[in-house]
């Protein structure tokens, strides 16, 4: 609602709930789109944004469970709410366990959905903003020569200059010009920063060398 | 005449297994008093009969002595019959050797009307148990065919046969048969069911009648004496005939108020006065020929009374039925007093529930307070709670009775032990798991309202919202109420499985019809179900229950034939199509195990024996219903299943309903 964008997906074969739910969730604000299966939901395009998917469990076809499961191939930050007629526990359970932000039966409150709808949208909004920060760090990693990223896994280790040096068999001055040259590119002023970057980019530290 | 022991099966006379104790009884002053009151009241009906002769003619519009008899057997048992017919020979002797009627036809007559009292009391103490009452419908019906139309119209022949050979007046055959006939008929109707039931209960019920009823019964004689007068003295005989009903609402009023007490002498006050005045020449019934205005007068009253004694016997019949049930009652509710028992019923659909007094004040419930479960179990001892409401439960799953000992608290602290028992009746046990679909089918809708709604609210919290959104809401919400409503329309008719009645459908209706009350169940069992619906079917005539029933289980047959079936390859092909516009043909196809190589006629008992489903009927009782609606079910193995289909004549007119 803060402008970024979020997007509330509902899938569920019965067209009266759909449109429904879809209506719903824009009387709450959301912006909501209908699905009557979950191949009409796998051949939409990737939304770029939080995104919450209100699925129903049993539909003809790949049904609930069976979305989910494509869903984590596919890498987008869906975050799911499963609504059921049937409470039956042991799909509950796999639900939840494979992720699921919550599962309600049929019929439900209505406040009792939007506020796990919300919840998904969070979790979703969090999980863009990780995913975010880690492109934005790989962005400035890639920046860097070779050389200089071999400098920054060193560094990263807890390596000193000297260290860094006599292992990469040249002189602690130019070690310390690409040192400079690597805290420049990554914007950052001191050694923690530099850590914290390295670590959302995933930059894995060198092999031990002992 | 209490004290005589009742024989209530007609028997020869004198050869009754009780004939021992008549020696004791016929020479009791009873039995003689009987016979002097038969004699006299014959004597006199005489008398009156003579005196209600319409002149010139003498036609008797009305014979009193053969009802005074006929009444007389009625009354008594059947070994002082005898007695009774011997005591009215020398009345018939005194009354008609007055006139100047040879003794031959005198005694025949004699005869004739013995013949007809015994014949109508014969049939009557036949059929019903002594004492003969009019207090119910059945009795009443078999007084009024066997006493008061049989026994005259049997005797009539006798009668109108002795007066040809004795040449008695100057009257065909047929022409004194008609009269006899319908002047003892009104008698019968008239005289007998007033001297019954005035005379069985002697006068005693005088004394205990409230004195409301005695001001409402002078009430009436006045109200209705005057509407007589009125009717048939004051009255021009040219006027208006159906001013000739004006006493019918007297005569109404004295059988619902009065029972056959008041109905008869109702009827009988309304007969001597009608006769009386036309004898006298006034009223309706004074203006044609004697013998004419005696028939129509006739005629009237008997058209006038059989209702009328029929009313009063299901009326009697009615408060008796009331009288007893709350004597049964009270005598339940006296004896559960005494053991410290409750009754009580519980109707969960309904919400309905009863419980006695006893029990109420057990329970400590308020009069009129409504039971449930949630008002009983906080009664119940804290401890025994879950024990109480487990066995509850249990009864309820299993249709089965349920006993439980707990302690009840009563609301000063003492505690009290009780056991309860009782069963739970289900009324839908049949339903089996087919309720569990519906109820998720009902739920598809109620989510949608509930979600409608709340959109609704919200976008109105929001300020004005926009009148097409609105709009298409609440047509949303409608849709899915009237869905609701269908749906459970249907589980009524799968609950009610009564006779439902035929008429046109497309069966393209039926197909969709199971196919969304069994949706849940075939995506539960992951089963596809294409359809090839013919676009347009001419219509059939059937029951549109019956034929989902058929489908149903020829769906549930496929399903469970698919069982070892591979997910992938799980589906079922409904189709429908139209033979040359003469039948019309569904067929359902799987891809299960296919038929065993028999005949189709086995496969047809084997699938019913095999398989007691909850819901299923079986495929013998599914090709039943098709038979009966002039329709063929056939079986085939085709590729990697079987195809079931059933095909019904289409109706002649060539007239085809468009799909819903």
Same mark, same amino acid.
Not at chain 2, 565 to 569: F, G, H, I, K, Q
Not at chain 2, 634 to 643: H, I, L, P, S, T
């Given at each position: 609602?803060?402008?970024?964008?979020?997007?509330?997906?509902?899938?569920?074969?019965d067209?009266?709930v759909?449109? &429904?739910?879809?209506?719903?969730?824009?009387?709450?604000?959301?912006? &909501?789109?209908?699905?009557?299966?979950?191949?009409?939901?796998?051949?939409?395009?990737?939304?770029?944004? $939080?995104?919450?998917?209100? =699925?129903d469990v049993r539909?003809?076809?790949?049904?609930? #469970?069976?979305?989910?499961?494509?869903?984590?191939?596919?890498?987008?930050?869906?975050?799911?709410?499963?609504i059921t007629g049937h409470g039956d526990v042991s799909t509950a359970t796999r $639900?939840?366990?494979?992720?699921?932000?919550?599962f309600l039966t049929k019929p439900f409150n209505?406040? %009792?959905?939007?506020?796990?709808?919300?919840?998904?949208?969070?979790?979703?909004?969090?999980? #863009?903003?990780?995913?975010?920060?880690?492109?934005?760090?790989?962005?400035?990693?890639?920046?860097?020569?070779?050389? %200089?990223?071999?400098?920054?896994?060193?560094?990263?280790?807890?390596?000193?200059?000297?260290?860094?040096?006599?292992?990469?068999?040249? &002189?602690?001055?130019?070690?310390?010009?690409?040192?400079?040259?690597?805290?420049?590119?990554?914007?950052?002023?001191?050694?923690?920063? =530099?850590?914290?970057?390295?670590?959302?980019?995933?930059?894995?530290?060198?092999?031990?060398?002992? | 005449?209490?004290?005589?022991?009742?024989?209530?099966?007609?028997?020869?006379?004198?050869?009754?297994?009780?004939?021992?104790?008549?020696?004791?009884?016929?020479?009791?002053?009873?039995?003689?008093?009987?016979?002097?009151?038969?004699?006299?009241?014959?004597?006199?009906?005489?008398?009156?009969?003579?005196?209600?002769? /319409?002149?010139?003619?003498?036609?008797?519009? /009305?014979?009193?002595?053969?009802?005074?008899?006929?009444?007389?057997?009625? /009354?008594?048992?059947?070994?002082?019959?005898?007695?009774? *017919?011997?005591?009215?020979?020398?009345?018939?002797?005194?009354?008609?050797?007055?006139?100047?009627?040879?003794?031959?036809?005198?005694?025949?007559?004699?005869?004739?009307?013995?013949?007809?009292?015994?014949?109508?009391?014969?049939?009557?103490?036949?059929?019903?148990?002594?004492?003969?009452?009019?207090?119910?419908?059945?009795?009443?019906?078999?007084?009024?065919?066997?006493?008061?139309?049989?026994?005259?119209?049997?005797?009539?022949?006798?009668?109108?046969?002795?007066?040809?050979?004795?040449?008695?007046?100057?009257?065909?055959?047929?022409?004194?048969?008609?009269?006899?006939?319908?002047?003892?008929?009104?008698?019968?109707?008239?005289?007998?069911?007033?001297?019954?039931?005035?005379?069985?209960?002697?006068?005693?019920?005088?004394?205990?009648?409230?004195?409301?009823?005695?001001?409402?019964?002078?009430?009436?004689?006045?109200?209705?004496?005057?509407?007589?007068?009125?009717?048939?003295?004051?009255?021009?005989?040219?006027?208006?005939?159906?001013?000739?009903?004006?006493?019918?609402?007297?005569?109404?009023?004295?059988?619902?108020?009065?029972?056959?007490?008041?109905?008869? @002498?109702?009827?009988?006050?309304?007969?001597?006065?009608?006769?009386?005045?036309?004898?006298?020449?006034?009223?309706?019934?004074?203006?044609?020929?004697?013998?004419?205005?005696?028939?129509?007068?006739?005629?009237?009253?008997?058209?006038?009374?059989?209702?009328?004694?029929?009313?009063?016997?299901?009326?009697?019949?009615?408060?008796?039925g009331a009288?007893t049930l709350r004597e049964r009652e009270e005598r339940i509710s006296l004896a559960a007093e005494s053991a410290n028992l409750a009754f009580w019923s519980i109707n969960f659909e309904r919400r309905e529930s009863w419980m006695s007094d006893k029990g109420r004040a057990i329970f400590n419930f308020r009069p009129d307070e409504r039971l449930s479960r949630e008002l009983f179990l906080p009664r119940v001892h804290p401890e025994d709670r879950n024990t109480v409401d487990e066995a509850i439960e249990r009864a309820r799953a299993s249709s089965q009775t349920f006993e439980s000992e707990y302690r009840l608290l009563r609301p000063?602290?003492?505690i009290r032990w009780l056991i309860s028992r009782g069963r739970y009746v289900s009324r839908v046990s049949s339903m089996g798991e087919l309720t569990a679909s519906l109820a998720h089918e009902l739920n598809q809708p109620l989510t949608a309202i509930a979600?409608? @709604?709340?959109?609704?609210?919200?976008?109105?919290?929001?300020?004005?919202?926009?009148?097409?959104?609105?709009?298409? /809401?609440?047509?949303?919400?409608?849709?899915d109420a009237r869905r609701a409503g269908d749906i459970i329309h249907g589980i009524h008719h799968f609950v009610r499985k009564g006779e439902g009645t035929r008429r046109?459908i497309? *069966?393209?209706e039926i197909v969709r019809e199971v196919l969304r009350l069994l949706h849940s169940d075939l995506l539960g069992r992951g089963t @596809?179900v294409?359809?090839?619906?013919?676009?347009?079917?001419?219509?059939?005539?059937a029951d549109p229950v019956q034929l989902q029933q058929v489908l149903l289980n020829l769906l549930m047959n496929s399903l469970e034939a698919m069982q070892s079936?591979?997910?992938?390859?799980r589906?079922i092909?409904i189709?429908?199509?139209?033979?040359?516009?003469?039948?019309?043909?569904?067929?359902v196809?799987d891809?299960g195990n296919?038929?065993?190589?028999?005949?189709?006629?086995k496969v047809f008992s084997h699938f019913y024996s095999t398989k007691p489903n909850g819901m299923g009927m079986g495929l013998t009782i599914v090709r039943s219903i098709v038979e009966a609606h002039?329709?063929?079910l056939?079986?085939?193995?085709?590729?990697?299943?079987?195809?079931f289909?059933f095909?019904?004549?289409?109706?002649?007119?060539?007239?085809?309903?468009?799909?819903?």
């Open positions: 609602m803060s402008g970024a964008k979020k997007l509330v997906c509902v899938v569920d074969d067209q009266s759909r449109r &429904a739910l879809g209506r719903l969730f824009r009387s709450a604000g959301y912006a &909501a789109e209908i699905f009557a299966s979950a191949e009409d939901y796998l051949s939409r395009e990737i939304f770029e944004g $939080a995104i919450c998917l209100v =699925l539909m003809p076809g790949l049904n609930g #469970l069976g979305l989910q499961e494509a869903l984590e191939t596919r890498g987008a930050c869906e975050q799911i709410v499963f $639900a939840m366990k494979k992720g699921a932000v919550d209505d406040r %009792e959905l939007i506020e796990a709808v919300k919840r998904a949208l969070e979790h979703s909004e969090e999980q #863009l903003r990780k995913r975010g920060e880690r492109q934005e760090a790989r962005g400035r990693v890639d920046r860097l020569t070779p050389r %200089e990223f071999e400098v920054l896994r060193f560094v990263v280790m807890g390596f000193l200059n000297k260290q860094i040096a006599s292992e990469l068999h040249t &002189a602690e001055k130019t070690i310390k010009v690409h040192r400079g040259r690597v805290m420049q590119k990554l914007g950052v002023t001191s050694v923690p920063d =530099l850590v914290r970057v390295s670590q959302r980019a995933g930059v894995a530290p060198p092999r031990n060398p002992a | 005449m209490k004290n005589l022991a009742a024989p209530v099966r007609l028997a020869g006379l004198g050869s009754h297994p009780q004939t021992e104790r008549s020696d004791a009884l016929s020479f009791d002053w009873r039995v003689a008093s009987i016979g002097l009151s038969v004699a006299l009241a014959y004597y006199l009906g005489a008398k009156i009969g003579f005196a209600l002769t /319409l002149r010139p003619h003498p036609v008797s519009v /009305l014979w009193p002595p053969n009802s005074i008899l006929l009444a007389a057997l009625l /009354l008594t048992p059947v070994r002082v019959w005898w007695l009774i *017919l011997l005591a009215a020979f020398p009345a018939h002797l005194a009354a008609q050797l007055q006139g100047s009627v040879p003794p031959a036809m005198i005694l025949c007559w004699f005869i004739s009307n013995s013949c007809e009292a015994l014949i109508g009391a014969g049939c009557v103490r036949y059929l019903i148990d002594r004492p003969v009452r009019f207090d119910r419908l059945g009795n009443v019906g078999i007084f009024i065919f066997f006493a008061a139309l049989l026994a005259p119209f049997l005797s009539s022949f006798v009668d109108a046969a002795f007066v040809a050979i004795n040449h008695w007046g100057g009257d065909s055959y047929w022409q004194v048969w008609r009269i006899r006939f319908s002047s003892n008929v009104l008698a019968a109707l008239t005289l007998v069911p007033f001297i019954v039931t005035w005379s069985a209960e002697g006068i005693g019920w005088l004394s205990r009648i409230r004195s409301a009823r005695f001001l409402e019964a002078a009430l009436l004689l006045l109200a209705f004496l005057s509407v007589n007068t009125i009717v048939f003295y004051k009255l021009d005989p040219t006027a208006d005939s159906a001013l000739l009903y004006l006493p019918l609402p007297f005569l109404i009023w004295a059988a619902v108020r009065f029972g056959s007490r008041g109905a008869s @002498a109702a009827i009988c006050t309304l007969t001597f006065l009608a006769i009386w005045s036309a004898g006298h020449r006034y009223g309706p019934f004074s203006t044609r020929s004697a013998e004419e205005n005696a028939l129509s007068i006739q005629m009237f009253l008997i058209v006038m009374s059989v209702p009328l004694l029929l009313l009063a016997g299901v009326i009697e019949e009615r408060s008796k009288t000063d602290g003492d979600s409608n @709604a709340a959109a609704g609210r919200r976008f109105l919290a929001q300020g004005p919202p926009e009148s097409k959104v609105f709009e298409e /809401l609440l047509a949303d919400v409608a849709a046109p497309n *069966l393209n @596809a294409e359809t090839e619906l013919a676009p347009s079917l001419p219509v059939v005539d079936t591979s997910a992938a390859n589906r092909v189709s429908t199509t139209c033979e040359a516009n003469t039948s019309v043909a569904v067929s196809r891809y296919g038929l065993p190589a028999d005949d189709v006629d002039g329709g063929k056939r079986a085939e193995n085709v590729d990697e299943g079987a195809r289909s095909s019904l004549p289409v109706i002649r007119e060539p007239e085809t309903r468009e799909i819903a």
